[in-house]
């Protein structure tokens, strides 16, 4: 099966502009996860969809972030304005609907450079 | 509140010497246990986990980890490192319940000397 995609690998913006990041999640996986690492930092949760509904959104930094999952297949995550300290590794994972013991499945990650 | 610590930056074998690569966690409630590790320009790929049943589980790649409920660890063991596990291992904790966040440790480092 194919795995989590991640668009784009890597980005770099000015402080001030718009980027969106896009993750295309494994094929029928209901929990789609977004995690930010800060340079040398820990991987950090952001949010939680449960198929296109928002289940936690309880890490995302402010409302210069805001994410969708329209049809509950892909997701987007718009940064705007970008901020410098915004800049990381932004992974997207998925995971089956059923059991919390299933793993989650992680993609390659967008790096995010603002300059 | 969860937390996962990972007490080494760089943890640096000679290949053919077991690793260990070690994990403690704080959860409130049961905890579901998890190794990744990620690779340069990767994402992170599961290595193993601890659910319930028997302490010591085995995964991907020859490693294995042992779940410790007295001592709240769970490191990560190879009895035989290879060059190619030189990597950087991420330690993972969720409580036992639905399909909640994952909460990760900083990483470690693991490089293997030929």
């Known amino acids: 099966e194919a795995g989590v995609t991640q668009f784009p690998s890597h980005s770099v913006i000015e402080k001030g502009q718009t980027v969106t990041l896009r993750c295309d999640p494994i094929s029928g996986h209901d929990n789609l996860y977004w995690y930010r690492r800060v340079m040398g930092k820990e991987i950090k949760f952001l949010l939680h969809?449960?198929?296109?509904?928002?289940?936690?959104e309880s890490g995302m930094p402010n409302n210069r972030f805001l994410a969708e999952r329209t049809g509950g297949t892909y997701s987007t995550l718009k940064v705007q304005p970008a901020e410098l300290e915004d800049s990381g590794v932004y992974f997207c994972?998925?995971?089956?609907?059923?059991?919390?013991?299933?793993?989650?499945?992680f993609g390659d990650g967008t790096r995010l450079s603002i300059l | 509140a969860q937390s996962v610590a990972q007490p080494e930056d760089q943890v640096n074998v000679a290949e053919g010497n077991p690793l260990t690569v070690k994990c403690t966690y704080s959860?409130?409630?049961?905890?579901?246990l998890f190794w990744y590790v990620q690779y340069p320009n990767r994402g992170l790929q599961f290595l193993l986990k601890?659910?319930?049943?028997?302490?010591l589980v085995k995964g991907s790649y020859g490693f294995e980890a042992e779940f410790n409920k007295s001592q709240t660890s769970f490191h990560l063991k190879k009895p035989s490192a290879l060059v190619s596990d030189s990597a950087l291992y991420f330690c993972a904790v969720r409580v036992f319940s639905g399909n909640t966040p994952l909460v990760f440790g900083k990483g470690t480092r693991l490089s293997v000397i030929a």
């Open positions: 969809f449960v198929k296109e509904s928002k289940q936690d």
């Open positions: 601890y659910i319930t049943g028997d302490n």
């Open positions: 959860v409130s409630g049961n905890p579901y």
């Open positions: 994972a998925s995971s089956p609907g059923t059991g919390g013991n299933q793993p989650q499945h």
